[in-house]
């Protein structure tokens, strides 16, 4: 019976291993991308849309806010590696490779890219005590580490205090302040210079909170408890040590009520901090390419700020980590290929962390596509009084990149305009999160985050922010006005651009050619709009000058577009739609010529209104010099700014100059309602259209189109700056 069966056993298993049992086919995973959807205007094919939406979660992004809310990890300071490492682990977790914190020495003494390293401040003990009538510990360090400004020095004193109001006028000073603690409501760093340099005070005890551009929209008794993120200026050589602690305007006001009384205040002041040498971490991974892992989409978020910092960026931080998340679960479900060219994720200290990152990555053999930049973006809109935006990149870094996130933006608003809409599944809210309107809108290139880095690096940068917010750089920036719906928008709306960009091939870029057309259109609609409008509105004195800048204005707008189609050739691999972009471009021609025919027929009639004689302008001699005169980069220096040309130069006669076309330009903008985030910018703007091809004279209308006009000799002046600073080279043609 046994070898009965042993038998038929082993009849049974010698075909098996005879004839291999085939595995069943593998398909291939289809790309997410098609042609334009009707339904959703993305190249995004709808069902690849739903499982953005469907997959990532606000809800856990909102977790992770809550964890890194928890550290001070103001930059230069021991707390940020906490955040760094936990943002580390998480990377690795959710599936990113190469994933490592990347150090870069800080000193206070090193730069990258001009921009001068701090050393690192560590704060062991700090604490404000009211001594006098009453005994009262007004805050401290271990409650609210903001509360003490970056950079205060040790210090043990106990002495009077003098209240110097703002503390920045003459007549606040009338008081001996020195060796005392200076009370004031205004800004530590300014209030520093006055009192604690020029005067010789102690210490100040401030409610400042207010940033200055958002004065005029505050009243007293506007946020009584909030306290400000302040600074005083690292202890040098011609710096004074000293301290600075920040408290909230209903505390101050309580002090004040006491000083009426007739009785004097005393305060304790005790600090225990040092400085000593560190390192700027940036935490880096990667989701690598299939097909072209030498390209790359650079997606950053500043991981840095006060405690609790939950929007101001917690939020940003948290939703690249879920995005990270969704793009890898997709992948190992096979719902989504590997993405041809490489998504690399990078958390940074601001601003500092992207300098010292590029002074290693700046000549890395390889081509980054965009830069997707997560910053300030998932506030409670109604909460805090914010609006959701995606800024344009600059007009000196035309791209398709610009079109290709206003069609997210305007399908994120589309289906979430309504807080029950029919449509459900392109419908994204949160579990725990509001059903808040999205009602998003493109900006004008605003400056103030990292994205701004990589624009100068010639990588065209898109940011997303919610601006402005009324409890930015404060206390209550705190994880309860965070929106777990709103972060789950960001996180599609990066999902949405990082798949389009990482997954693009030959025959997607002429679809995304016509989607560049299509918005390049809708954009050019507007500045026609706005030159004509000049036109309508000139006065007899200025209608020739408004019409050369309207005729500027549109000749800068079709360049920029055509440019921006252009651009899509970065994903080509054949001749043929090289060619078919090469059209979709040139459709712009006649629309320009015709273009400039309207703005000719409307300055004729306004001409004849005024009784105007029209003519053709002539160059100036100084502008005929301009136009001989094309700048360049040197090798290295193509980041290199302003800021670091004036410090460098000082008093020099071309500072002088520039500085003041630079005050003439930005009291235009503020004339034409610019805010300060796009008149941040400006300053930079001319050096970085110096190409080595165009001259000052055509730099010169590029920027009136873009800001606003800046007179001739003062851009002359501009360049001539960055010459002496060895930034650029000027050559005469």
């Not at 009243?219 to 600075?244: C, N, R």
């Not at 015709?594 to 703005?599: F, G, R, W």
Request: with cysteine; proline share 5%.
């Amino acid at each position: 019976m046994r070898k009965a069966f042993s038998f038929a056993l082993f009849l049974i298993i010698i075909p098996l291993f005879a004839f291999p049992q085939q595995a069943p086919a593998q398909h291939p995973v289809p790309s997410p991308l098609g042609s334009l959807s009707p339904r959703t205007g993305l190249l995004l094919k709808d069902s690849i849309t739903v499982k953005l939406i469907q997959t990532s979660s606000g809800d856990l992004a909102h977790d992770y806010v809550r964890q890194i809310a928890q550290w001070d990890r103001s930059q230069y300071t021991p707390g940020y590696a906490l955040a760094a490492e936990w943002v580390r682990q998480k990377a690795v977790e959710f599936g990113l490779e190469q994933v490592t914190i990347e150090h870069y020495p800080s000193d206070g003494k090193i730069d990258y890219f001009g921009n001068r390293t701090q050393k690192f401040w560590s704060v062991k003990k700090a604490e404000l005590w009211l001594t006098s009538p009453y005994e009262v510990r007004l805050t401290s360090y271990a409650e609210l580490p903001m509360s003490l400004a970056r950079n205060s020095s040790s210090a043990d004193i106990e002495t009077e205090i003098i209240d110097v109001g703002t503390g920045l006028g003459e007549d606040d000073f009338k008081k001996d302040v020195k060796g005392k603690i200076v009370f004031t409501t205004g800004n530590p760093q300014l209030v520093f210079q006055r009192a604690v340099v020029q005067r010789g005070a102690a210490g100040i005890v401030t409610s400042y909170s207010v940033p200055e551009f958002d004065l005029l929209n505050r009243l007293p008794g506007d946020f009584p408890d909030q306290v400000g993120w302040g600074s005083i200026p690292q202890p040098g050589e011609k710096t004074p040590a000293s301290f600075a602690f920040l408290i909230s305007a209903r505390r101050a006001q309580e002090l004040r009520t006491l000083a009426r009384a007739g009785t004097p205040l005393r305060m304790r002041a005790f600090v225990n901090a040092e400085f000593s040498d560190g390192n700027i971490e940036v935490v880096s991974g990667l989701v690598p390419g299939s097909n072209y892992p030498n390209e790359e989409i650079v997606v950053t978020a500043h991981l840095d700020h006060y405690k609790p910092g939950a929007n101001d960026n917690a939020s940003g931080s948290a939703s690249i980590l879920e995005a990270a998340r969704t793009l890898n679960q997709l992948i190992q479900e096979k719902k989504l290929p590997r993405p041809l060219r490489s998504i690399r994720f990078l958390w940074v200290p601001e601003y500092s962390g992207s300098y010292a990152w590029f002074s290693k990555h700046l000549d890395d053999p390889l081509k980054r596509i965009a830069n997707l930049n997560f910053d300030m973006l998932g506030e409670d809109l109604l909460l805090t009084n914010a609006v959701f935006a995606i800024a344009y990149t600059p007009d000196w870094n035309p791209t398709f990149l610009n079109a290709l996130t206003e069609s997210i933006l305007q399908f994120m608003n589309r289906y979430n305009d309504e807080r029950y809409p029919l449509q459900k599944d392109f419908h994204i809210i949160s579990v725990t999160g509001s059903r808040n309107r999205l009602q998003g809108r493109m900006v004008l290139y605003t400056t103030g985050t990292d994205h701004e880095v990589f624009n100068d690096a010639r990588i065209p940068g898109t940011g997303a922010l919610g601006w402005p917010d009324y409890f930015y750089h404060s206390s209550e920036d705190t994880p309860d006005k965070t929106d777990p719906t709103q972060l789950h928008r960001v996180i599609f709306f990066g999902l949405a651009a990082m798949t389009t960009l990482a997954y693009a091939d030959d025959q997607d870029a002429a679809e995304l050619a016509r989607l560049a057309l299509l918005y390049g259109k809708k954009r050019i609609a507007g500045s026609e709009h706005e030159a004509l409008g000049a036109l309508f509105g000139a006065k007899k004195e200025n209608l020739l000058e408004d019409e050369s800048n309207a005729k500027i204005l549109i000749k800068h707008v079709y360049g920029r577009e055509r440019a921006a189609v252009r651009t899509c050739g970065v994903f080509t691999k054949t001749p043929a739609t090289k060619n078919a972009i090469e059209n979709l471009a040139g459709m712009l021609n006649d629309d320009e010529a015709t273009s400039l025919k309207n703005i000719e027929e409307v300055a004729s009639a306004r001409a004849k209104d005024f009784n105007v004689v029209r003519k053709a302008p002539s160059l100036t001699d100084v502008e005929r010099r301009a136009s001989r005169m094309i700048p360049e980069c040197m090798k290295g220096k193509e980041i290199y700014g302003v800021n670091y040309v004036a410090s460098k130069l000082m008093a020099d006669s071309t500072v002088q100059k520039l500085s003041v076309g630079i005050r003439e330009a930005m009291q235009r903008m503020r004339e034409r309602g610019q805010g300060a985030l796009r008149i941040m910018g400006m300053p930079n703007a001319p050096a970085r259209y110096a190409n080595g091809q165009r001259s000052i004279l055509e730099i010169r209308d590029a920027f009136t189109a873009e800001y606003a006009p800046m007179p001739i000799d003062a851009l002359i002046a501009y360049f001539q700056a960055f010459e002496k600073a060895g930034v650029m080279r000027i050559v005469k043609k």
